[in-house]
């Protein structure tokens, strides 16, 4: 009897691994042609998305257009720097925005800046005073000086702001007002400097308006202050 129950055993571990297998074999048939079907369909997917994405167009650049008021080569007055030269003119571009620039040259300090065409007003770029306003000046530098009785860092501050209003008469003035003769009191340095500044600017500008060199300007306006 205990012979007999062995052999139903094995017969029935046949049995189950022969099911096992059966279903497993078309399983795996099946597998790929599931991959492919999911393939064709993002492919598909893909194609759509791409036919519905429109390309941006460029975005247009603003031009600021403003009439040009100087040329390159020509002399003109900074009120805050003085006498420059326009060297040329550039174009320049930020934040879509184009406009052109003054590109000027300070010979005195070395200096070069650049100011663009709608802030040269605002700015107070000016042309070279004329001759005939030039000379009408001459007659403040002729005048006695006229010195307030204010502390320095008031009359000061007043002085600095006459010459850098960019005013040729303004500046006129205080070359008037601080010049000093050699046998007149001295001077502070701070005083001393600040005429040298106002000297130099009134100069160099009455030299370009009157066709002289700096030195000759420079020694016809000091005859003057002289004189007084």
Do not use: C
């Not at 070069?112 to 530098?141: D, Q, Y």
């Amino acid at each position: 009897m205990p012979v007999k129950k062995k052999a139903t055993k094995k017969k029935l571990i046949k049995k189950t691994t022969k099911v096992k297998t059966k279903k497993k074999l078309p399983a795996k048939k099946k597998q790929p042609v599931k991959k492919i079907a999911k393939k064709k369909v993002a492919k598909k997917i893909v194609k759509k998305v791409a036919k519905k994405i429109v390309t941006p167009k460029a975005p247009k650049i603003k031009k600021v257009i403003v009439p040009q008021e100087f040329k390159p080569g020509e002399n003109i007055v900074y009120p805050t720097h003085g006498v420059g030269r326009i060297l040329t003119i550039e174009k320049f571009q930020y934040d879509l925005v184009e406009e052109q620039l003054y590109v000027i040259q300070f010979f005195q300090d070395k200096l070069t800046i650049r100011v663009p065409f709608a802030k040269a007003k605002l700015i107070g770029l000016r042309n070279i005073t004329s001759k005939p306003s030039m000379t009408r000046t001459l007659s403040v530098l002729k005048q006695k000086p006229k010195i307030k009785k204010a502390m320095w860092s008031r009359r000061a501050q007043e002085y600095d702001q006459k010459i850098n209003s960019g005013d040729i008469k303004l500046l006129s003035e205080v070359v008037r007002d601080l010049f000093r003769k050699d046998d007149q009191t001295e001077q502070s340095y701070s005083e001393r400097q600040m005429f040298q500044v106002a000297f130099e600017r009134y100069t160099r500008e009455f030299a370009i308006s009157s066709s002289l060199k700096f030195e000759e300007a420079s020694t016809k306006i000091l005859e003057i202050l002289n004189k007084r």
